[in-house]
């Protein structure tokens, strides 16, 4: 599990950099990949502690949140000093990164309904429409369990994350923007 969550973290890290030269307008550079997969074996799994931690004293959520995910983006890009780079970028709009979270809850709220909703009515409609009747059919409501709502939830996270991401990225783009233009 940790190996899938490095993995997992060292790509989204590659995705948010190229995400951030494409913005840029800049050409890639290569990624140091020992480097990002050195960041995320080190701040991941801290993650793992500090943003459910961070929730239950609400006030440092929104910028653990935003700490985390640009940590890694700027392990990516090559930056001399990413936590530094990532703490700075964390506390740029507090405001905007709280309606940001609140948002994306509440999109996420709604897809997790969805998504269920679609779990659980899907076999009855296939029993409706074209007279299949599985077990699945046949359990109605029952289908309703700790599982199906485990893979609601694990579907809900595949789309909220990259959206997470992007925006971040943007977050730091414009942050980074108003860095050079003061100097």
Known sequence: ?????????????????????????SHPRR????RVVAMQC????????????ALVLTIPFAWTVAFFRNAGLFAALGEADPI???????????????????????????LFANILIS???LPQL??????IEGEFARLGFGLV????????????????DPLLDAVYVLRCFHG???ATVKT
């Open 119 to 121: 779990i659980v009515l």
């Open 84 to 110: 530094a780079a990532a703490r700075r970028q964390a506390g740029l709009w507090s405001r905007q990164n709280w309606y940001l979270l609140g948002l994306a809850s509440f999109a996420a709220l709604l």
């Open 31 to 34: 990624v140091n990949i020992v």
């Open 126 to 131: 296939g029993r409706s429409f074209l007279g």
């Open 176 to 178: 980074e923007s108003l």
């Open 42 to 53: 080190a701040l991941q799994p801290l993650s793992l502690l500090a943003i459910p931690a």
């Open 145 to 160: 369990n700790l599982t199906t709502l485990a893979v609601a939830a694990s579907i809900t996270w595949l789309f909220i």
């Open 1 to 25: 599990m940790t190996g899938l969550l490095v993995w997992k973290s060292v790509w989204q890290a590659i995705f948010e950099a190229r995400l951030y030269w494409q913005l840029s307008l």
